[in-house]
Structures are given as C-alpha cells and as structure tokens.
C-alpha cells in the first residue's frame, strides 16, 4: 500500500514561517493536496494539485514539490492556522491516501 | 453553494449496524462520485467508501469491506453508508466528502467536506 510520511508537529511563532513536509516514493505525476484540520470542524483544503490554492485561501499558504517530498508553506502564521494539516494523494489501488497528518502549533 | 449536511451517528454496540446520511445541495449531485472519510480518536483521516456518480460501482479498502455499503439516491441527492458488524475500531468521526478533478483527470481531491458525525461502537 502507497504510504505518505509527514512530522507529527511542527511549532512555530507568530509571524514566522512553517514549512510541513510530506514524503513518498515515487510522486513523479501523482499531484499532492493539502487540507487544513480543525477540533470540530471538517477538513478544509488548502492546496491541490501540488501548488493551487482554492479560491478564499490565503496567499500565506503555498504548495511545492521536488522529487519524494512535497512542501507546504505557511508564511507569516497567525494563531488561526493552528491546526492538523493533512497531504493527501491518489492512488490507483489504495485510491484516496492521506499522510499522518502535523499538528501545527502556534507558541 | 454546496452543502453536505450529514446526520445518524450515535452509540451502538459492538456487532451491531448504523447508517449514516449525507444531503447535498448546491451542485448536481448526479454529476459527482462521492466519498465516505472517517478519523478515530487520535488518528489520521481514513477513506472508507467511495460510490460512482450513478450508483453503478462501489469501493472499499480492506478495513471496512463485506461490512460497509455505500449508496446514493440521486433524487433526494443524498449519500448513504450502512454499516454492519461494527467494532470498536470503527469508532471514529465519519465525513461524506465530494471529490474534484485534478490535473491528473482523475477525481482524486476534496473540494467539500460534511461537517462530520460521531460514531462511538462500545458496550
């Protein structure tokens, strides 16, 4: 079965800087996506097809991908973006799989 | 826009069955596979089901099949799973979830999420 690997956590301070990481073999044309996770609330996305936003996302997010790994960016982190963040791909056995999953936190 | 609004969920025993709704609105429902995603307590998100846009083909990974049936009625636009046999690894809060293209071609995103119900197996 096709495995996505992410950090558990990432902290980051107010204004700063998160990078969450996302490995797996072989993503060659496979696309990543991106969804935000909070307590309670449905899962949102954040990116798709490795670097698109949807429409009311903030520019602060942004989506990379080189080789194995795909990137999520969040520049300038407010206290909102606290959250779970998930990366996500298709695969043609295991259809929808889903990383881990980081937990951002905001100190 | 579009709406999933789920409802059913609850506590059951072990070995017992619940199913689960999804009513949509705001797209054409009969226009879209639709997906079922669940997270156990502690755990990542999980796909559990997926249905074709007119009810033809289902599927399933190996955690839930033989047990779970996914299955649409297009003209009330909604989205069923039955689940049957359920223990208390499937205590998890489930989301209907409808999947979008990709550049790939394939429907292999998310762009809506239901807001999620509550499944609670246990004794």
């Known amino acids: 079965s096709y495995v996505l690997t992410q950090p558990p956590s990432v902290s980051v301070a107010p204004g700063q800087t998160a990078s969450l990481s996302c490995g797996g073999t072989?993503?060659?044309?496979?696309?990543v996506h991106w969804y935000q996770h909070k307590a309670g609330q449905a899962p949102k996305l954040v990116v798709f097809?490795?670097?698109d936003r949807p429409s009311g996302i903030p520019d602060r997010f942004s989506g990379s991908k080189s080789g194995s790994a795909a990137t999520l960016t969040i520049s300038r982190v407010e206290a909102g973006d606290e959250a779970d963040y998930y990366c996500?791909?298709?695969?043609?056995?295991?259809?929808?799989?889903f990383g881990g999953g980081t937990k951002v936190t905001v100190l | 826009q579009v709406q999933l609004v789920q409802s059913g969920g609850g506590v059951v025993p072990p070995g017992k069955s619940l199913r689960l709704s999804c009513t949509t609105s705001?797209?054409?429902?009969?226009?879209?596979?639709m997906q079922w995603v669940r997270q156990a307590p502690g755990k990542g998100l999980e796909w559990v089901a997926s249905?074709?846009?007119?009810?033809?083909?289902?599927d399933y990974p190996d955690s839930v099949k033989g047990r779970f049936t996914v299955s649409r009625d297009n003209s009330k636009d909604t989205l069923y799973l039955q689940m049957n046999s359920l223990t208390v690894e499937d205590t998890a809060v489930y989301f209907c979830?409808?999947?979008?293209?990709?550049?790939?071609?394939?429907?292999?995103?998310?762009?809506?999420w239901g807001h999620g119900t509550l499944v609670t197996v246990s004794s």
């Open positions: 072989n993503f060659g044309r496979r696309s």
């Open positions: 705001g797209f054409v429902f009969s226009d879209y596979g």
């Open positions: 996500q791909v298709w695969d043609n056995s295991d259809h929808y799989v």
């Open positions: 249905v074709w846009h007119d009810g033809s083909a289902t």
């Open positions: 979830a409808r999947p979008n293209v990709g550049s790939s071609g394939y429907y292999d995103y998310f762009d809506n």
């Open positions: 097809d490795d670097t």
